[in-house]
């Protein structure tokens, strides 16, 4: 009887493996002025990121609001996405709540912040 509870247990174990496990995403999240700011990227693969981050820093460098960009840094689970993790790093700039741009993956330093200046001059219009 016991062999066969051991063997039950051990059965289980092996099989909980087999099941993908979710994953976590760190997440980089700035509000400056009426946006908020997302970054979404793998927590071992901060570098990835690291585009996107000089990206924004470069964009509140031309700003002249004084106010300063300050990131919180958090992590949500892999599931809650609406991106696939292979998209990661994805960066989404809302304005109200309402998604204004995303751009995902491995893009130019320059890129980014050409479509992060688009995207938030389109939006105050």
């Given at each position: 009887m016991l062999n066969?509870?051991?063997?039950?247990?051990?059965?289980?174990?092996?099989?909980?493996?087999?099941?993908p496990q979710s994953e976590d995403v760190q997440v980089f999240t700035a509000?400056?002025?009426?946006?908020?700011?997302y970054l979404y990227t793998e927590p071992d693969k901060e570098e990835e990121a690291q585009n996107y981050l000089s990206a924004l820093l470069d964009w509140k460098m031309k700003q002249n609001d004084g106010q300063k960009l300050e990131?919180?840094?958090t992590e949500t689970n892999a599931?809650?996405?609406?991106?696939?993790?292979?998209?990661?790093p994805v960066l989404v700039v809302?304005?109200?709540?309402?998604?204004?741009?995303?751009?995902?993956?491995?893009n130019p330093r320059k890129e980014i912040l050409l479509t992060l200046e688009n995207s938030i001059t389109f939006a105050q219009k």
């Open positions: 066969r509870i051991l063997l039950a247990f051990v059965t289980i174990l092996l099989l909980a493996g087999c099941f509000t400056p002025l009426d946006y908020e700011l990131f919180k840094q599931d809650d996405l609406k991106v696939s993790k292979d998209q990661l809302k304005e109200k709540g309402k998604t204004v741009t995303k751009i995902s993956g491995e």
